[in-house]
């Protein structure tokens, strides 16, 4: 439709200069008509010859034909200066139905289809080939992997995770788990808005697995028992299961992931604590757990770890939501040091969760007073370690709130944040980009083969990345 409407602009600028320089047209019922003389003459001619020459024209009616048609005869007036003309008595283009023009389209008869020749893209260069399809799309890149054995391979090739690693992070994708599909994930990608739901062969079909942290395109599973560990490339399929704690604890845990460099090539690291003080840190190059030290007397127990809140990382320092008293727990997986921040919470401040943007400290919860109820986001002052107010949703999606128990669980927390918010009426899912401070709605999750939409259980955010390694 806006190629028809551009394409209509340009017929009336058409008409507008034959209004000045030529002789007017015979007018028809039709609105719009596309004029062209037969004879087209350089303009210094035109006006000496209008008196003795009497113009035949040709009418096309834009409405009759497809965009294409016209489009395709306007950039061939353009190019050659002047309008190409019709035969004298030619009838106006029939219309196409939309099967034939979609059959033309998809068997290439276009006019401007470009033939590759085999002699210049032959010799193509290997790293530059590679560099380019490093910048690919991840949905566009695994068509790609279906053309020949060549694309596909470049997954184990030893230069393409070079390239992949000097393309720009993008927006987060989110690994979700749905209420009636607990053993399978579904996967939104924001730039797309769609959802993807990928077959994970290698988790355990026999137990509940939950993710609860990422990093470097990796997510970290845990099961319900909180005692199995699982890492996993969502996109690749690549698993590793993670050897047996040493610390036999099975209480809840809250989880955080850090790599030791810019990807996963130089290994990562899992850190579980519990509530009593206890924790363990996993290294992915001696795959093993270890236990560098002991919980510093000035960290109050227990801990009292606010779980719905999953862990904050920022420049291999991992941060843990508390309360009594409110504020932060944070371990530096480079030194080891624990640390304890006091921070007071916001007033009527509900299912609170800790994000992060650019390594600032991000707060999202529910404000409720009253029977009004609004999802507020929070910056944390480094130099007052107090809370301030930085954005809210718009007014107008907090109506919907009003008077209803609405319950938040924040999905994502690394720059884009995905928030489900439900109650025994709605259930509404929306993204937040921190940075431009933009609200957007998610389409619903409704997985395959089924009509029923889905309540998002629990969820973690990870950077898509091909060449990540478990």
Not at 280 to 299: A, C, F, H, Q
Not at 370 to 376: D, G, I, L, S
Request: hydrophobic share 40%; aromatic share 10%.
């Amino acid at each position: 439709m806006e190629g028809l409407a551009m394409l209509r602009q340009l017929i009336g600028q058409v008409q507008e200069l034959l209004e000045l320089y030529g002789s007017q047209p015979p007018i028809l019922p039709s609105p719009l008509h596309l004029l062209q003389p037969l004879h087209p003459l350089p303009l210094s001619q035109f006006h000496s010859q209008q008196q003795h020459q009497h113009h035949r024209w040709c009418f096309l009616n834009v409405d009759d034909g497809s965009p294409d048609d016209y489009y395709s005869l306007i950039m061939a007036a353009g190019k050659s200066g002047s309008f190409k003309m019709l035969e004298p008595c030619k009838p106006p283009l029939a219309k196409k139905s939309r099967k034939e023009r979609t059959r033309g389209k998809s068997s290439g008869t276009t006019n401007t289809a470009e033939i590759m020749e085999e002699q210049i893209w032959k010799d193509f260069p290997e790293d530059l080939f590679e560099a380019v399809i490093a910048r690919l799309p991840i949905a566009t890149f695994f068509r790609f992997r279906s053309v020949c054995r060549k694309w596909n391979s470049l997954l184990n090739s030893q230069s393409f995770p070079q390239h992949c690693a000097q393309v720009p992070q993008g927006n987060p994708w989110f690994y979700t788990i749905t209420h009636e599909n607990v053993n399978s994930g579904a996967i939104y990608d924001p730039s797309l808005k769609k959802w993807h739901y990928p077959t994970i062969s290698s988790l355990p079909n026999k137990m509940i697995i939950l993710p609860v942290a990422s990093a470097g395109g990796l997510v970290c599973f845990l099961d319900i028992g909180h005692r199995y560990f699982y890492v996993c490339n969502p996109l690749t399929q690549s698993f590793k299961e993670l050897p047996a704690r040493s610390v036999k604890v099975w209480s809840r845990v809250a989880v955080g992931m850090t790599l030791n460099g810019n990807s996963t090539c130089g290994g990562y690291k899992i850190l579980w604590v519990g509530c009593d003080g206890e924790f363990e840190v996993y290294d992915s190059l001696k795959n093993s757990w270890t236990r560098p030290g002991n919980m510093p007397l000035s960290i109050k127990l227990p801990l009292s770890l606010n779980f719905r809140s999953q862990a904050v990382s920022i420049d291999g320092t991992l941060y843990f939501m508390r309360s009594d008293p409110e504020g932060i727990v944070s371990y530096d997986m480079l030194n080891g040091v624990w640390r304890q921040d006091i921070i007071p919470a916001p007033l009527h401040l509900t299912d609170q969760t800790l994000a992060e943007c650019g390594g600032r400290i991000m707060l999202v919860g529910l404000l409720t007073k009253n029977a009004a109820t609004c999802v507020c986001i929070w910056e944390l002052q480094k130099m007052t370690l107090l809370w301030k107010e930085v954005d809210r949703m718009p007014n107008i999606w907090c109506l919907e709130f009003y008077g209803k128990h609405v319950r938040m669980t924040c999905l994502g927390n690394k720059g884009l944040l995905m928030l489900s918010l439900r109650s025994r009426q709605m259930n509404r899912l929306v993204t937040y980009n921190v940075s431009n401070r933009e609200w957007l709605k998610v389409p619903g999750c409704v997985v395959p083969r089924g009509r029923k939409r889905q309540w998002i259980a629990c969820g973690t955010a990870f950077h898509p990345c091909l060449t990540a390694i478990a």
